[in-house]
């Protein structure tokens, strides 16, 4: 059964850079693609990006020019930046694996459990 | 904003049937497969449907998916207590480049 765990600090302060992990157990990073995703409190969900196994990589729009996702396959590992950061980035943050079939859809089958990030002085 | 709409709120009583309706455009139902995720309180998001109707394995045949057009519904029979929580869909927007969610549906059981 895989699972995911995103890791990191809870709290960051504005202006600064949000840094989180999501480390992926019970199968290979190889061979598939790794989304972020975002849930500002009391509120719904928002794609911020994907990257496969290979490192190619897709961003939402209205977060590309501050968003930065890797991988390290070595640590089964991928990894989430986000830029110049406000209070309105305030969110729980999850990270899924994301299939996307040939001839099929898109969907996020997996998810890690969330880790809420406060944006604060 | 998201380009997916829903109701806001759906209520039946136990053991009844509901549905919760997904909303699109051309740009992404029109053209792509529609996932639905239920996302019970305080816990993360848990995938329900998959290619339109499709169930992973474990989720029971009292959810079903189906999709016309540029519109998609969810429905949940023989409605349980353990079925309350907001419900999303989810797809491919070829306009955007970017995987669109809906409003959200919270499902409350009477």
């Known amino acids: 059964q895989v699972q995911l765990q995103e890791s990191g600090p809870g709290l960051v302060k504005p202006s600064e850079t949000l840094s989180l992990t999501c480390t992926v157990s019970?199968?290979?990073?190889?061979?598939?693609?790794w989304s972020w995703i975002r849930q500002p409190p009391g509120k719904g969900l928002e794609w911020i990006g994907y990257?496969?196994?290979?490192?190619?990589?897709s961003y939402n729009p209205s977060l590309k020019s501050r968003v930065t996702i890797s991988v390290d396959t070595s640590k089964n590992q991928f990894s989430l930046k986000l830029r110049s950061v406000t209070a309105a980035d305030t969110a729980v943050f999850y990270c899924?694996?994301?299939?996307?079939?040939?001839?099929?859809?898109?969907?996020?089958?997996?998810w890690g459990q969330g880790a809420l990030v406060t944006v604060s002085s | 904003q998201s380009v997916l709409t829903q109701p806001p709120s759906v209520s039946a009583a136990p053991g009844q049937k509901v549905t919760i309706s997904c909303s699109g455009s051309?740009?992404?139902?029109?053209?792509?497969?529609v996932s639905w995720y239920q996302q019970l309180p305080g816990t993360a998001p848990k995938l329900l449907i998959y290619?339109?109707?499709k169930r992973p394995s474990g989720i029971p045949d009292r959810f079903s998916g189906s999709k016309s057009g540029t519109s998609a519904t969810l429905g949940i029979t023989g409605l349980q207590t353990g079925d309350e929580a907001d419900y999303y869909c989810?797809?491919?927007?070829?306009?955007?480049?970017?995987?669109?969610f809906g409003t959200g549906t919270k499902v409350t059981v009477l």
């Open positions: 899924a694996r994301d299939r996307r079939v040939v001839g099929g859809g898109y969907y996020f089958d997996y």
């Open positions: 019970g199968g290979s990073i190889s061979s598939y693609y």
């Open positions: 990257i496969y196994y290979s490192g190619s990589t």
């Open positions: 051309s740009s992404n139902l029109g053209n792509n497969y």
């Open positions: 290619d339109n109707n």
């Open positions: 989810g797809t491919w927007d070829n306009s955007l480049s970017a995987y669109v």
